[in-house]
C-alpha cells in the first residue's frame, strides 16, 4: 500500500553491528499509527533456522510484508545452503520484479554470524562499509551512534544496546523495548 493511503504510519529501529568476529542485530518494539503508540513490545528481530543454518534476520516496514519477505528469504536459504549471499540476492531480484513483492514496503538486515546485508526492494543487497548498517525511522540516528561507539572498547552488543538508545532518545518511533540476537564470536 502506498504511504498516503496510511499516512502516519511509522516504522522502527533496528541496526546490525559486526564486531570482533560477532554480529549483533536489535530492534526496537515500538508500533505507531500516527501518534499514538498501538505496541511497544513487537519482535522485529527474529532468529531463522532454514536447512539448519542459523541466521538472524531485522525488519522495518510493514509486518505483513516483512512476514512475506522473511519466508521469501528463508526459501531462497533453502535452495542454496550456506550461501547468505546468493540468497538475499536472488530475494532481492524477485523483490524487485515481481508485479506482487514489488508492492512491498519493508527492509531487511539479515546475517550468518560473518555477513552482514542490508537487502531492499530496490534491488540492493548492501554490506555496510563500516561494520554498522542501520533501517527504520529512527536508522540515520542509530547509524550515527554505532559508527561513533565502533571507535571504542565496546563488544558488539554493547554498541547495538547504547545505539539504540540514542535512537529511542531522539526518535519519537523509536522505543527502549529491544531485541538482541547475536551470532559469532
Same mark, same amino acid.
Given at each position: 500500500?502506498?504511504?498516503s493511503?496510511f499516512?502516519? %504510519? ?8 559486526? &564486531?570482533?568476529g560477532?554480529?549483533?542485530?536489535? @530492534? ?7 501518534q ?11 532468529r531463522? &533456522?532454514?536447512?539448519g543454518?542459523?541466521?538472524?534476520? @531485522?525488519?522495518? #516496514? /510493514? ?12 526459501? &531462497? ?10 540468497a ?5 531480484? =524477485? %523483490? ?6 514489488? &508492492? ?9 554470524? /560473518? ?5 531492499? #526492494? ?8 563500516h =561494520? ?5 525511522? @529512527? ?13 571504542? =572498547? ?14 529511542? =532518545?531522539i526518535?519519537?518511533?523509536?522505543? @527502549? ?7 559469532? #564470536?
Amino acid at each position: 500500500m502506498a504511504e498516503s493511503e496510511f499516512p502516519g %504510519w511509522h516504522g522502527t529501529t533496528i541496526i546490525g553491528v559486526r &564486531k570482533g568476529g560477532k554480529v549483533v542485530i536489535a @530492534g526496537d518494539g515500538q508500533v505507531s499509527l500516527g501518534q499514538t503508540v498501538i505496541k511497544g513490545s513487537a519482535r522485529k528481530v527474529r532468529r531463522l &533456522k532454514p536447512g539448519g543454518l542459523d541466521i538472524v534476520a @531485522g525488519f522495518a #516496514g /510493514s509486518t505483513a510484508d516483512a512476514f512475506t519477505l522473511l519466508e521469501r528469504l528463508e526459501a &531462497k536459504l533453502e535452495a542454496t545452503p550456506g550461501q547468505l549471499q546468493r540468497a538475499c540476492v536472488e530475494l532481492a531480484k =524477485d %523483490w524487485r520484479t515481481d508485479k506482487y513483492l514489488q &508492492k512491498l514496503e519493508a527492509m531487511l538486515i539479515v546475517t550468518d554470524g /560473518s555477513d552482514l546485508y542490508v537487502v531492499t #526492494g530496490a534491488g540492493d543487497v548492501l554490506e555496510p562499509e563500516h =561494520d554498522v548498517t542501520a533501517i527504520g525511522s @529512527g536508522g540515520n540516528y542509530a547509524l550515527a551512534a554505532g559508527r561513533a561507539l565502533m571507535e571504542g =572498547d565496546h563488544d558488539a552488543e554493547e554498541i547495538a544496546r547504547r545505539a539504540m538508545a540514542i535512537a529511542a =532518545d531522539i526518535c519519537v518511533y523509536t522505543n @527502549g523495548n529491544l531485541t538482541v540476537e547475536s551470532l559469532g #564470536g
